[in-house]
C-alpha cells in the first residue's frame, strides 16, 4: 500500500487536460452566475491560470474538478467585488419599498410568491445542466464534439461533416453512442 | 413497411433533431406500435432531448477552447 502510494501520488493535477475535461463544466457554472458568456469564459481562463499557480497548494483531498470549482467560486466573487467598487457608495433607502402607493402592508407584500416555481426551476435547471456536462466529459472526444456541435451549439449535419471530415452515417452512429451513454450516465431521477 | 430495431433506432435519433422525413417517422410510429424495446427507447430519448433544452447548455467553441490551450500551454 506504502508503495503504491509513493509510485502514483493521489495528488496530482493534470492541467493539459484541464480545457478538454472541465473548461464546458466551468463555463456553464460562471454563465449561470454572471449571465454573460463573454465574462464567464474569462473568469474561467482566470481560473485555470489561478489553479498552476497554486498546483503546489493542492492537496489532493477534492477531486481536480471541485479544486477548480472553489477556485471560480472565488473568482465570480472577485468578478462581483470589482463591479462593485465601480459603482460607489452603496445606496441607503428610507423607504421600506421603492413603490410609493403601497402603504400599510409591510413585509407581507414582499415575501416571495409561493406558487411562483421560477427559483426553485432554475436551480434545478442549472444541477441538470452541470448533471448532463459532466456525462458530456466522460465520454469518448470525439463523441462529445459531435454531440456538443449537434445538439448544444445546433449545427447542420452538413457543417459538422465538413467540419471534421466525416460522413453522415458516421455522424450518426456518433449521435446514437453519445445519447445512449448520456441516457445511461444521467440518473433516472431526471427522467 | 418494415423497418429494423437499427433503422428505427437511427430515424428516432435523426428525428430529436428535426431531421427524419414523414415517411421516416411514419415507419418509426409503426414500429413502435409493436416493439416495447424500441417504444422505450423514443420515448427516453425524446424526454432525453427536452431535458437538454431545458438545462440551456452552453458549450465553448472549439476555437475558443483551442485559445485557453495555448495560453495554459506558455503557462505551464
Given amino acids: ?191 | 413497411m418494415k423497418i429494423s430495431c437499427e433503422e428505427a433506432s437511427q430515424i428516432c435519433n435523426k428525428s430529436q433533431y428535426k431531421e427524419a422525413g414523414f415517411w421516416q417517422v411514419l415507419k418509426l410510429r409503426l414500429h413502435v406500435l409493436t416493439c416495447k424495446t424500441c417504444a422505450k427507447f423514443t420515448k427516453k430519448n425524446t424526454a432525453f432531448t427536452s431535458l437538454c433544452e431545458k438545462a440551456n447548455l452552453q458549450v465553448l467553441s472549439e476555437s475558443e477552447k483551442e485559445a485557453m490551450r495555448k495560453d495554459l500551454e506558455k503557462h505551464l
Avoid at chain 1, 460562471?30 to 481562463?45: M, N
Avoid at chain 1, 489553479?51 to 492537496?59: D, M, Q, V
Avoid at chain 1, 451549439?153 to 465538413?162: F, H, L, V
Fill in chain 1, 1 to 191: 500500500m506504502v508503495l503504491l502510494e509513493k509510485n502514483m501520488p493521489a495528488y496530482e493535477l493534470h492541467p493539459d487536460t484541464w480545457v478538454d475535461q472541465y473548461a464546458d463544466y466551468l463555463f456553464n457554472y460562471a454563465v449561470a452566475r454572471v449571465s454573460d458568456a463573454e465574462i464567464a469564459k474569462d473568469l474561467v481562463q482566470e481560473t485555470f491560470f489561478a489553479g498552476l499557480n497554486s498546483a503546489k497548494n493542492y492537496k489532493g483531498d477534492a477531486a481536480e474538478r471541485t479544486w477548480l470549482v472553489a477556485i471560480l467560486k472565488r473568482k465570480v466573487i472577485d468578478h462581483y467585488r470589482k463591479i462593485n467598487s465601480k459603482k460607489g457608495k452603496a445606496e441607503v433607502r428610507v423607504n421600506y419599498s421603492s413603490s410609493s402607493d403601497s402603504e400599510g402592508d409591510w413585509l407581507e407584500e414582499q415575501v416571495a410568491d409561493p406558487f411562483s416555481k421560477d427559483g426553485d426551476s432554475s436551480i434545478e435547471n442549472e444541477e441538470l445542466g452541470l448533471a448532463i456536462q459532466e456525462c458530456i466529459s466522460k465520454l469518448p472526444k470525439k463523441q462529445s464534439l459531435v454531440f456538443n456541435m449537434k445538439t448544444i451549439q445546433g449545427m447542420s449535419t452538413e457543417d459538422i461533416c465538413n467540419e471534421l471530415g466525416i460522413n453522415p452515417s458516421n455522424l450518426w452512429v456518433m449521435i446514437h453512442r453519445a445519447r445512449t451513454a448520456l441516457m445511461g450516465c444521467l440518473n433516472e431521477n431526471w427522467f
